[in-house]
Structure formats: structure tokens, C-alpha cells
């Protein structure tokens, strides 16, 4: 897994949202719900270093989807966000990112 930048992730979970990263009129606020499901992740155990990688795009992606599609009352993550967390949280950190 590799670092990426704040822009390189933005253009992934584009793709995994939209199927194309050339949409941009809601960046600003794509980017504020990317940054609040890492902070999620960090909250929930995944080291920030993880966090950031490619390994956690998927998981970002599901976790963003989930809060654009929120209902009154608050937002319930989807099992496979859940799944993937856990699963993200028992990398090791920086031994297993690569940056290039």
C-alpha cells in the first residue's frame, strides 16, 4: 500500500463514486466528508498511516457514500464500512506502507 496525497485520494474515491474523477463542482465538499471518515478510522483504531494509503481507499469510498446517503437521525454506517475498518486496523502501520 502507498501513501497518497489529499488530491490522489480525492481522484480515487471519485472514480469509485462516479466512475470518473472529471467531476468537480462538489470537491469542497467531498474532501470535508474524506477527512471526516479518516478521522473516523484513526478514532476507530486504523493507524493514520493506513488511514491515508491506498489500502483505505475502498473503505473511505463505502464510508462516504454512507454519509451522503444519510437519513434523519443520524448516519448508519454499512456492514462492509464496519468489515473493512476492522480489517484496516489490524495493519501494521508504517512497516506496511510504501512511499514512492
Known sequence: ????TADERLNK???AL???????YNDEQ??????????????????REVAESTAAV?????????IWNYNAGGVKHSDQFNRR?????KRGGAADVQTE
Open 1 to 4: 500500500m502507498a501513501q497518497l
Open 13 to 15: 474515491i471519485k472514480i
Open 18 to 24: 462516479y466512475g470518473t474523477p472529471a467531476q468537480n
Open 30 to 47: 467531498l474532501t470535508f466528508f474524506i477527512e471526516e471518515i479518516i478521522d473516523e478510522l484513526v478514532d476507530g483504531g486504523v493507524k
Open 58 to 66: 475502498g473503505c473511505i469510498a463505502i464510508g462516504v457514500n454512507d
Open 85 to 89: 475498518l476492522i480489517q484496516l486496523s
